[in-house]
């Protein structure tokens, strides 16, 4: 039993040394230098390459947020500009989608703005196409300061702006409102 006491851990310190001085008994030598001025530096503070972000809503609604690219140019410059970007929702009436060519996050404001064209659809029946989406994810809002258009299952509407909140419980249509309402059936 004594003489396990001491060869074990002697034959465990013995298989460590080895591991650590093999590769350097076997390794071929190379070297070399590397100058400062030769180096490519990157433009950018951050690029990403087909980025996504996956969760889920506070009602359990599973979403993604894509993007072809993103890219922050300096630490100076806190914004993050956007392009290729999509979102997919699984809501209660089905799957919703937003496509717009690009936008731009301001980090330190935790602001989103999407250049259009911006494409809502939704399997529920919605249609929303605006130009500008201003998305403010402090305070939970979305807007748009320029003419929106679109179709609700009771009909098409169109207006010069619109307000909102992302929870969806309320949107205002403000400035030269057109609903049409198209009714669905008829009495026999």
């Known amino acids: 039993m004594t003489v396990l006491k001491v060869a074990l851990p002697a034959a465990a310190f013995l298989i460590g040394m080895t591991i650590l001085v093999w590769p350097l008994l076997n390794a071929q030598e190379f070297s070399f230098l590397l100058a400062k001025d030769q180096v490519a530096l990157s433009q950018e503070r951050l690029r990403v390459n087909r980025a996504e972000y996956r969760g889920k809503t506070a009602g359990g609604e599973a979403f993604s947020i894509s993007a072809g690219s993103a890219v922050q140019r300096s630490s100076a410059e806190p914004v993050v ?3 290729g970007l999509a979102a997919r929702l699984e809501g209660k009436d089905g799957p919703a989608t937003v496509a717009a060519p690009s936008g731009r996050y301001f980090i330190e404001e935790d602001r989103l703005e999407v250049a259009g064209p911006v494409q809502l659809r939704s ?41 909102g909140d992302l929870a969806g419980k309320r949107v205002s249509l403000i400035g030269n409102v057109h609903l049409r309402i198209t009714q669905r059936g008829g009495r026999g």
């Open 123 to 163: 399997d529920g029946g919605y249609v929303v196409d605006a130009d500008t989406v201003a998305i403010d994810l402090k305070r939970r809002t979305v807007k748009t300061d320029a003419p929106v258009s679109g179709r609700v299952p009771i009909g098409s509407f169109r207006s010069n702006r619109m307000t």
């Open 81 to 83: 500009v956007l392009t």
